[in-house]
């Protein structure tokens, strides 16, 4: 086979349920995919959420962080009614306005950046003093949104409906492939991502991951790798078109 990546394996840590896209594409571009899920996602059951979908009943904004939290929440959120008719709808990034999109909820804001920094400087949410804004996500997260928002005059909840797990998985095949120089990138979408592979690997396979070439869909994944002691840490544009271009121009440009 024929492009790029001919003659490339590239290790892809997504969740099971999210790996296929960027394993295909990978795939397309001449190179070898290696799916090794280092994060798992389970679902917060509907029954804990009855306090959050109540307070979403009454919110003028409701805001999806994540691809997992569009898919994960709009579940729960049609399990409990659905989203109020009159409430705005944001997603941080065109996969999460995707996910949402699948479930028939069209009328998304995105912002042209794929973060909460993005999301903050549209001009719909400088102004949310006395405004309800219900923020769907992981159990956790960053704070940054929920305090900005709050400290704007905005009255912020959560609707937290998965939990990030380390998956509970053999990682000896995958070590004794690396170390017979079987990948020759890595791929991670969260640093929390990154720290369970390390855990994963074990001792062994830190100094491997620190010295193989990692990509990752954001500035402030590269910068976690990097302080991680990840010697080529490659930020790329997000989604996965965007990780594979960066995978195609690194190995162009590498020997």
């Excluded at 941080?92 to 909820?105: I, K, S």
């Excluded at 991670?188 to 491997?208: D, F, K, Q, Y």
């Excluded at 997000?238 to 995978?247: H, Q, R």
Aim: proline share 6%; charged share 15%; net charge neutral.
């Amino acid at each position: 086979m024929t492009g790029a990546l001919a003659g490339r394996t590239v290790l892809v840590t997504r969740p099971a349920h999210q790996s296929a896209a960027l394993v295909q594409a990978i795939e397309a571009a001449g190179g070898q995919a290696y799916p090794f899920p280092a994060l798992a996602i389970e679902a917060v059951p509907v029954t804990d959420l009855s306090t959050a979908l109540a307070q979403l009943r009454v919110a003028d904004c409701v805001i999806f962080i994540s691809p997992n939290a569009a898919q994960f929440g709009m579940t729960a959120i049609r399990a409990g009614g659905g989203l109020p008719a009159a409430a705005e709808v944001y997603a941080v990034g065109p996969g999460t306005a995707r996910a949402l999109q699948e479930h028939g909820v069209n009328e998304v804001v995105i912002p042209p950046g794929q973060d909460s920094e993005a999301l903050l400087a549209l001009p719909h949410l400088q102004r949310v003093a006395g405004r309800r804004v219900v923020i769907v996500r992981g159990v956790g997260g960053r704070a940054l949104l929920a305090e900005t928002l709050a400290a704007r005059g905005a009255q912020v909840h959560f609707l937290e409906c998965y939990r990030r797990l380390r998956p509970q998985a053999e990682a000896a095949p995958l070590l004794a492939c690396w170390q017979a120089g079987g990948i020759d990138a890595v791929t991670v979408a969260s640093a929390e991502t990154l720290h369970n592979l390390a855990a994963m690997l074990g001792e062994a396979g830190v100094p491997l991951l620190r010295h193989t070439p990692l990509f990752a869909p954001h500035e402030k994944i590269a910068d976690a790798a990097r302080q991680f002691g990840v010697v080529h840490a490659v930020a790329t544009a997000g989604g996965d078109a965007g990780l594979v271009a960066g995978l195609l121009n690194w190995f162009r440009n590498t020997p």
